[in-house]
């Protein structure tokens, strides 16, 4: 995946030095920590961003992934979204395919979300074929239970806007359940009374650009729809000779006064996918 971020040079200096200030205050391997009560054993780090990290820690035996947000830089918090969410999702007993939410808070340094520990996800896994693909069989069992958890986050009342292989993940013990995870580009578009929530007249591009929907690339309100192209895109890359086409459907479109454009990008997926079932198709 790509991320982009612009900055002012006037900020560049001050991003660096909040992240190397930040980088020696965060937990490090080996390292045991309190929170609310109960000690973590930090075991292994699973992920390092620019402002965040992930890790595999452990309390009484038990093994569980924690994520750390700083909470100094210029970046748009999402630890607190991500926990809100999925505490949502916990709370309702049908919601299946869902990480365990274990705790939530923040020190004086960052904020953290410990929660169940998954598998690898779909991309990881995906690259580890030879093929570089899934057959199709699998896929549509993939398909068929992601699209599920979309549909239980929608049933919360939530966009993901930011669907992707990489924020599916196979179970640790049942590697047969997929889960979904990664909320903090989320958005309400549902009220807890069931009403829906007007559309904005602009937004900005939220998510993976590789699959954002067009309407986040026209800067335009996302809804439900735009959740479910951007998963039909990531069932044409989880089916696709990765090394044939999918670099060609990937190509982005630069202009000096418009961040991101798509030529052809529609028509092109759909070539893709001649020969498979005739409901996916985008026409």
């Known amino acids: 995946s790509l991320t982009i971020r612009c900055e002012p040079k006037s900020q560049l200096c001050s991003t660096r030095t909040s992240e190397m200030l930040t980088k020696a205050a965060l937990p490090s391997i080996g390292q045991n920590v309190e929170l609310k009560g109960n000690l973590y054993s930090i075991d292994s780090e699973l992920y390092d961003g620019p402002f965040s990290k992930v890790y595999t820690v452990s309390e009484s035996g038990a093994q569980f992934a924690m994520k750390i947000e700083r909470t100094v830089g210029p970046t748009r918090p999402v630890l607190k979204l991500d926990a809100l969410v999925l505490k949502q999702l916990n709370a309702e007993r049908a919601a299946v395919g869902f990480p365990r939410l274990i705790a939530a808070g923040r020190t004086s340094l960052y904020k953290y979300v410990i929660m169940e520990l998954v598998g690898p996800d779909l991309q990881r896994l995906r690259r580890a074929l030879p093929a570089k693909k899934f057959s199709l069989p699998t896929a549509l069992r993939v398909g068929g239970q992601t699209l599920d958890r979309i549909q239980s986050l929608h049933d919360?009342?939530?966009?993901c806007r930011d669907?992707?292989?990489?924020?599916f993940c196979i179970g640790r013990d049942d590697t047969a359940v997929i889960f979904?995870?990664?909320f903090?580009?989320?958005?309400r578009y549902m009220r807890e009374d069931g009403v829906i929530i007007g559309k904005r007249t602009a937004a900005g591009l939220m998510g993976t650009i590789f699959y954002a929907p067009l309407a986040a690339h026209a800067f335009s309100d996302q809804c439900r729809r735009d959740d479910l192209e951007s998963w039909f895109y990531m069932l044409i890359e989880i089916t696709t000779d990765q090394s044939r086409t999918f670099p060609k459907w990937k190509l982005i479109y630069w202009k000096k006064d418009q961040a991101f454009v798509r030529v052809n990008d529609v028509e092109v997926k759909h070539n893709n996918c001649r020969g498979r079932v005739e409901i996916f198709s985008l026409r």
Do not use: H, S, T, Y
């Not at 919360?156 to 966009?159: A, I, Q, S």
């Not at 669907?163 to 924020?167: H, M, S, T």
């Not at 903090?184 to 958005?187: D, I, K, L, S, V």
């Open 156 to 159: 919360c009342g939530w966009l």
């Open 163 to 167: 669907i992707k292989a990489n924020n």
């Open 180 to 182: 979904m995870l990664d």
């Open 184 to 187: 903090g580009f989320a958005r």
